[in-house]
Each structure stands twice: as structure tokens, then as C-alpha cells.
């Protein structure tokens, strides 16, 4: 039931979205079904509302001084903001003119005309202006917008200047309203918490003759919207998916988010970024060809098309589903031919293949369902004139034991003449993820070290905690990092603690004997970060994949600060630890190894934290990761020297350069502008935000890794031709302003 209440309830967002669309979705927790009783979507400037992480939710926005109880809003307000009327005549006296305030191509903000020409003073002409609000969640940060213009015609010898204050301490100030002008007063940061009461004050400077006022206010608070999206593709595939089959189940929004509430029929990984694993379309009226899209769905491990009504054979494209282990068609009208790759897969027990139910599939052995046995049978069928019937006495029962492979699948994308290298993933890895090497972890001797490494004659590299050598088990190859006597203290972690994630460095075996301790790990064909991204690389990773790579190390950290438990923390977050695959596929290195040495400065990375607590946390991670993360994006040193000049390190120099507005100059040259500059802007305000001082500040690894899929989205809607190298016209991104009335929502699932 629904009771009727004279009082209309506004929730408003600011909130830029990673792709061209934004899904709502609405929960019934029991209470009743929710709806909303209008959406409404604004565009806003890119450069306006600036924070540096998360969206913004609004508190307050008030029109001061307004002589009436109207609420103003478009047509008077471009932006379409709605304006609370604020004025209170024990305190204040309003201020207003008849002439009209100049807010068209002045002010980037656009505060209303009407409120503008409309303000609030001190009756008392010494006194201050004072606001405040209490804050029932200390923790909250709250962004405020100070909106003033001069509303009197000043005589030679008069002059209005003031100060602001939070909470007693200096905001901004003087603040000079220019006459019938808007001017906007803000802060990228929050104001300072956490505070359980927020003081506003305007006083007048020591020269002036006037009272301070204000004329318009508008106060927000920062909401994180931790929950983005679903894989991009997999999003795109069930929706061709549900409108191929004509699917009717409750599939509206996002598949996967809320995570507690996914598609009926899907399932899908607990990650930031979740991918669709299952996928049960079992009794779901189908009829026709088996859609090729399904190939899409690149994580699917289970695949229920069982009692429908499909017909055609299997589709080759669904070969390309590498991690699937159980695929059932049982009870449908599908025949002959099935994919070799998949049959191959069958046969090795990798694969949990059903076909009960297929007439034109139980005919004949699964081993004869192939293009090249249809062309025997042709053959033998022209040769023999007499008549073969077989009888076949009963089903074909198949049993089978799905294997688990790891596989890195990534749309190819190579484009002749581009000059920035363009990483192509294939489906399958045949290294180390496939090999029996894989299958436990060994202990080694020395002498076993010896031979595998031909007496650690190729060395791969030197770290802060060792050499790594080549090295070959079985013809395998592999990757042996000696450690030094003192860390013999720590290695009882890695016979213990299982690292299974395919963003970590697979364990293969150690060494502890004597004073010799070793690890060996799987060998990465592409060697570390830090090496494809130095100036002596011949081939420039091109930004895309460079946040791929990025995402790829955040994830890693996400399983060791959220999949891990306890919570493990890496404790050398660096370039030379992130390695590569020869798919480009990216691994954390050397986790947990900081447990066993001595930390120190020398590189830049260390949380400056540490220097106190004489402690590492996650947050700690977090900091080296925003490091790295600005070593990808503008290829400089960590601490760059110039001749006769002081070291600077990375932070400030870019701090200086977002300053200055200047985004481009940031990204490494080398790619000579291919790349998205929203993009680029929005991972130096992740980053920016990793390395904040105060640990309390920094985002989590989970935050992270959904700003940087964000990013990509937005690098993915970049054309060839949409943005050239050397354009300097302003670039707009467009925000989405939402109002939601009433607890809202287009469908209850």
C-alpha cells in the first residue's frame, strides 16, 4: 500500500559514468515493491564539481536570501538544480537587485540568475555570518560551492572583502564580490573530518567597511558507488543473448550487480569487475542455431542449453570458450558436426560434454561427430552399394572429470601502420598454467637448483630481495630467484600459504637447504613492467593496454587484501614486480617477501607512514600502487634528477602539472597523444589519490581496480579519428546530474 504524503522527497547524484549508458536497479528488501515517480537525467561540464574520488550526493542547495518560498529550477537554472529558498530575519537582512545578474559565459557553474540576484548579511554590520550543520556520521566528507556577486553599486570609498572559516581554521579568502557578476569558491577536497558539527564562518577583513554575504550555497557529500559494472562485453552478450532467444525472465540491468541479486540463470564471480562463470538457460523455449555469441562470454565455465529446442550443429566459435568445463545440450534437435576442439577436450576429460536426448547426436559415437568422419562416411557411402544398418542397443552414457584450465582472453586489436605496440591475447597460455608442473608445489635440493639453472649462467634480473635466474624443469621453463641467508626466517609461508590467482606468480617449488634459500616461479616470457616500459624498449605499450596491465596488478592485490585470511599485504608494489606473461597478461611478484627484510626509501615507493608506525597495511599497498600506476601513465622515474638541479620525486612533479591543468603533458610522450585524455585524467586522479599522506584518505584496492575499469570503458569509446594528437580544444565528458524521487527503481528483482 501506498500513503499519500504532501511532501515531495528529491535524491540527486553527480556521477560521471565509465560507459554511455547508467543502469538503476531497485531491491524489494521486503518492505513492499519500489518504483520511482520520475528519473531524469542532466548533463553537466566536465570541469565542474570536481572531486577526487567517488560521486557526489547533494546535502543542500540554497538560495539565501530569497524573498519568497519558491523553489527555482529550470528554465531559470540550465543545469536543471533544484534551489531551496533559505532566509531567517532574526539574523540576517536579504539583499536584491532589479537589474540582472551576468551568469551566461562568466561562470562555469551557471548558478541561476534569479538566485544570484539575491543575498543575505549580518544585520549586524560587524557581525559574521555563521552556518552549521551536525553530521550524524563523523566520517562523512562534505564538498561545498560558495556562489557570491556584489548586488550594490559601491561608492568610491566603500568596499566589501571577507574571509571564510571552517570550524575556525582559514578556508579561502578575501573573497571580493564582483558587481553583478557570480563568482564560484570551491576545494577538490573535502572539508576537513572527521567533525560531528560543520561552523561556517564569513567575516569581514580588517579594511573593509562592508559585512560579508552570500548568495547562494550548495553542499554535498561524497557517496561511493563501489558496485559499477559487470564486464563490458559480457554485459553486451546477454543482452544480444535475451534479445536473440526473446528471453522472458527478470533480466533488466546489469547481470551480475547487486552481486546478491544476479540474473535468474546467472552466475558470477565475487571480483570488483564481476564475469559471468554459469550461464542456465535450461527450459527456456529456445529455438534455432546455437548463438555465437555465447563465445563472447570469455570466463563461462558452465553452460545449461538443455530441453529447448535448438537445432543446427555446435558452433565452432564456441572452441573459444576456454575455461568451460560443463556444456549441456541434452533434450534438443542439434546434430552433427561438433567442434574438434571441443570434442578434443571431451576426450581428455577436460570437459563435461551432454548430448543425451539429441537423436541426430546419439546415432553415432560423439568420435565420429566430426567434419573429417562426415567426409569418410561420404566416401565409404559412394564406394559400398550393399547397406550397413546399425543397431544401436541402448545410450551413449558419458562420463566425464572437468579439468580446470587458465586462459587470458582479450579482443585483438591490430590496426596496420599504429605505431604504438597493440598487445594481442590469445585464448590459451601453453606455458606453465598447462604443464605438470603445476599440479604441486616441490621442494628442491641445491643441486637440483644447480642443474635446472645450468649453474645459474642467464640471469633475469636483480630485486630487492635476490637474483633471478633462467632455469628449466623438463624442458619447461622457469624462473629462480635466490634469496639471501637472512630471509631463511620467513620461507615457511610459502610451503604453507596457497597463492592460486591468476594475477599472482604461480609458486612452482623453493630451495631450503643449508643457507641456500630459492623460490621458483613460472617463467614470464615478457619480463617485468619497469623493463617494456623504459626508453630502451623498442616496442611503446599503448595505453589501453597499459591499464589493462594495471587492472591486472590490482586485481592481484585485491586477492591478497580481500581473498586472503588473514589479509596479506605485498609490501613492494613496484614495477619490477609487476611481470608479464607472453600474452602481456600481468603478475604480481614477491608477495609476502617484505615479511623478511629490512624496508628502506631508496626507491620512492615506501608508504611515508611507515616512517612512524614502523608498520605496513594494506593502505600501504595502495600507496606504492598509486606510484606505479603514475610511472604508467607518464613513464618517468620515481625520482628524477636533473643536472644541477635537486632530485624531485614523481608526486610533486605531477602535482604540479595537475596544477596547471596540464593532463597532457603527463602521459608519456611516446605516445604521441593515441589515448583517450579523459582517460588519462581520470587514473592521475586515482593515482593522485593512492598517494594521499594520510592513510585514512587513500581508496581501497577494491575502489582502485572499479576506477580503472572506468577508465578503460572510457579509453574503449575512443576512435582514431575522435581526438587527434594535438588538438587543444577543451574536451567535454558528459555527467550524468540524477534525480531520484521517492526510494525508486524500473523493475524489482
Avoid at 559565459?105 to 541561476?112: D, E, L, T, V
Avoid at 548430448?355 to 561427430?369: F, I, M
Avoid at 603527463?666 to 593515482?687: C, H, M, Q, T, W
Wanted: with cysteine; net charge neutral; charged share 20%.
Amino acid at each position: 500500500m501506498i500513503e499519500y504524503t504532501a511532501s515531495e522527497v528529491y535524491k540527486e547524484i553527480i556521477h560521471i559514468p565509465s560507459v554511455n549508458r547508467v543502469q538503476i536497479c531497485l531491491i524489494n528488501t521486503g518492505t513492499g515493491i519500489p518504483f520511482i515517480s520520475a528519473l531524469e537525467f542532466r548533463p553537466l561540464p566536465e570541469d565542474t564539481y570536481p572531486i577526487q574520488f567517488g560521486s557526489l550526493s547533494t546535502f543542500d542547495r540554497l538560495n539565501m536570501g530569497s524573498g519568497s518560498n519558491e523553489k527555482y529550477r529550470y528554465p531559470y537554472d540550465v543545469f536543471d538544480r533544484i534551489w531551496y529558498p533559505f532566509h531567517d530575519d532574526d539574523y540576517f537582512i536579504q539583499l536584491n537587485t532589479s537589474l540582472t545578474v551576468n551568469v551566461d559565459g562568466h561562470n562555469k557553474y551557471h548558478p541561476a540568475a534569479i538566485v544570484m540576484e539575491t543575498a543575505i548579511a549580518p544585520k549586524n554590520t560587524s557581525s559574521s555570518i555563521n552556518l552549521w550543520w551536525k553530521s550524524d556520521d563523523e566520517n562523512i566528507q562534505y564538498y561545498i560551492y560558495f556562489h557570491f556577486a556584489e548586488l550594490i553599486k559601491l561608492p568610491r570609498k566603500q568596499f566589501r572583502g571577507f574571509n571564510i572559516s571552517h570550524n575556525g581554521k582559514y578556508w579561502d579568502g578575501p573573497i571580493i564580490p564582483d558587481y553583478l557578476y557570480p563568482s564560484s569558491y570551491y576545494k577538490t577536497k573535502p572539508l576537513e573530518f572527521p567533525q560531528k558539527q560543520h561552523n561556517l564562518s564569513f567575516f569581514r577583513t580588517d579594511n573593509s567597511t562592508l559585512p560579508p554575504i552570500i548568495n547562494a550555497l550548495e553542499v554535498y557529500f561524497r557517496i561511493e558507488i563501489s558496485e559499477l559494472e559487470s564486464d563490458q562485453e559480457d554485459v553486451d552478450t546477454m543482452r544480444k543473448l535475451k534479445s536473440t532467444y526473446g528471453v522472458i525472465k527478470d533480466w533488466q540491468g546489469d547481470p551480475c550487480i547487486p552481486k546478491a541479486y544476479p540474473w535468474n540463470g546467472v552466475g558470477c564471480t565475487n571480483e570488483s569487475i564481476p564475469r559471468i562463470i554459469s550461464l542456465n538457460l535450461s527450459s527456456s523455449g529456445l529455438t534455432g542455431d546455437i548463438s555465437p555469441d555465447l563465445s563472447n562470454l570469455a570466463a563461462l565455465e558452465t553452460l545449461d542449453l538443455s530441453n529447448n529446442g535448438l537445432t543446427g550443429k555446435l558452433p565452432d566459435s564456441l572452441s573459444k570458450l576456454s575455461n568451460l568445463k560443463v556444456l549441456n545440450l541434452e533434450n534438443n534437435n542439434l546434430s552433427c558436426p561438433i567442434p574438434p576442439v571441443l570434442l578434443r577436450r571431451f576426450n581428455d576429460n577436460s570437459l563435461s560434454l551432454s548430448v543425451k536426448g539429441n537423436p541426430n547426436l546419439e546415432a553415432h559415437p560423439l568420435s565420429d561427430c566430426t567434419e573429417e568422419q562426415k567426409g569418410e562416411k561420404q566416401k565409404k557411402k559412394n564406394k559400398f552399394v550393399i547397406p550397413v544398418v546399425a543397431s544401436v542397443g541402448g545410450l551413449l552414457a558419458i562420463s566425464t572429470i572437468a579439468g580446470i584450465f587458465f586462459c587470458i582472453a582479450r579482443r585483438k586489436r591490430k590496426e596496420k601502420g599504429k605505431e604504438v605496440l597493440e598487445v594481442d591475447r590469445p585464448q590459451t597460455n601453453p606455458s606453465i598454467g598447462s604443464s605438470s608442473l603445476k599440479t604441486r608445489r616441490r621442494q628442491f635440493t641445491y643441486s637440483e637448483v644447480v642443474t635446472m639453472t645450468n649453474n645459474f649462467d642467464q640471469i633475469l634480473g636483480r630485486g630487492s630481495f635476490g637474483a633471478v635466474y633462467h632455469g628449466l624443469i623438463d624442458d619447461i621453463q622457469v624462473a629462480v630467484k635466490m634469496l639471501a641467508p637472512s630471509a631463511i626466517q620467513g620461507h615457511d609461508q610459502f610451503k604453507e600459504e596457497e597463492f592460486h590467482h591468476r594475477n599472482l606468480t604461480n609458486l612452482v617449488g623453493y630451495l631450503n637447504e643449508g643457507t641456500h634459500l630459492g623460490l621458483i616461479y613460472e617463467y614470464m616470457a615478457n619480463g617485468t613492467l619497469a623493463q617494456r616500459l623504459s626508453e630502451i624498449s623498442s616496442n611503446v605499450i599503448s595505453w589501453e593496454d597499459r591499464l589493462r596491465i594495471a587492472m591486472d596488478a590490482a586485481q592481484g592485490l585485491e586477492h591478497l587484501h580481500v581473498g586472503c585470511k588473514p589479509p596479506i599485504v605485498h609490501g613492494d608494489v613496484k614495477l619490477a614486480n609487476i611481470l608479464l606473461t607472453e600474452n602481456f597478461q600481468a603478475k604480481l611478484s614477491d608477495f609476502g617477501l617484505s615479511k623478511s627484510y629490512p624496508t628502506n626509501d631508496k626507491t620512492g615507493y615506501l608508504d611515508p607512514e611507515y616512517k612512524t608506525s614502523n608498520r605496513l597495511s594494506p593502505k600501504s599497498d595502495v600507496y606504492s600502487f598509486g606510484i606505479a600506476l603514475l610511472e604508467i601513465v607518464s613513464c618517468r622515474p620515481v625520482i628524477s634528477k636533473s643536472q644541477g638541479q635537486n632530485s624531485v620525486h614523481i608526486v610533486k612533479w605531477i602535482g604540479s602539472m595537475v596544477a596547471q591543468g596540464d593532463i597532457r603533458n603527463i602521459g608519456d610522450p611516446r605516445l604521441k597523444g593515441e589515448y583517450n585524455i579523459r582517460s588519462v585524467r581520470k587514473a592521475v586522479e586515482v593515482a593522485m589519490a593512492c598517494v594521499a599522506v594520510n592513510s585514512e584518505r587513500r581508496p581501497t584496492i577494491n575502489q582502485v581496480l572499479a576506477e580503472l575499469k572506468s577508465c578503460l570503458a572510457t579509453e574503449l569509446t575512443r576512435t582514431p579519428d575522435s581526438q587527434p594528437p594535438n588538438s587543444t580544444e577543451s574536451i567535454e565528458m558528459t555527467s550524468i546530474y540524477m534525480v531520484l524521487p521517492p526510494q525508486s527503481g524500473p523493475m524489482a528483482r
